[in-house]
């Protein structure tokens, strides 16, 4: 009998703003954040009228990626079998330097070593043709 192959993580097909989102990540190779191209304020999650200025001009701009952690969990426990060999993994919101906040999973990071305000930076990647993952890396 051969050994069990591992479980592939499951990506998801985003759609509309969220695609956009995605698909401009991936060409840049980093993070991207919709902008207003009006009033130049950053937003996230992406919606279709500027929350300061009302226009619905936007654009995806790359950001710097660094960030401090505003929230995070640490989960021991996951539905998708493709994490089961990465429990327990901590998901964080990161609150941008340009000021909207993301998710993403820290990596390579056990319980205790990460803290809220802790310096972090956000790198993409690829996950298919339509989808960036977000890690979280310590700094």
């Known amino acids: 009998m051969s050994p069990a192959k591992p479980a592939r993580k499951y990506i998801p097909q985003p759609e509309g703003l969220n695609l956009e989102f995605h698909l401009a990540c991936l060409e840049a190779g980093l993070l ?23 226009s619905r001009n936007y654009d995806f701009a790359p950001v710097s990626g660094s960030g401090r952690i505003y929230s995070m969990a640490v989960n021991h426990f996951t539905v998708d079998r493709g ?40 790198s993409v990647e690829p996950r298919g043709e339509e989808f960036a993952y977000l890690w979280v890396d310590l700094v």
């Not at 130049?40 to 279709?48: D, E, L, V």
């Not at 000021?99 to 990071?109: A, E, F, Q, T, Y």
């Open 32 to 54: 991207c954040i919709q902008r207003c191209s009006d009033c130049g304020q950053f937003r996230h999650p992406q919606r279709w009228y500027c929350p300061s200025c009302h």
């Open 83 to 122: 994490w089961v060999d990465e429990l327990p993994y901590i998901t964080a919101v990161v609150e941008l330097d340009e000021g909207p906040r993301v998710v993403g999973s820290l990596r390579d990071v056990q319980p205790g070593e990460a803290s809220l305000g802790r310096q972090v930076h956000i």
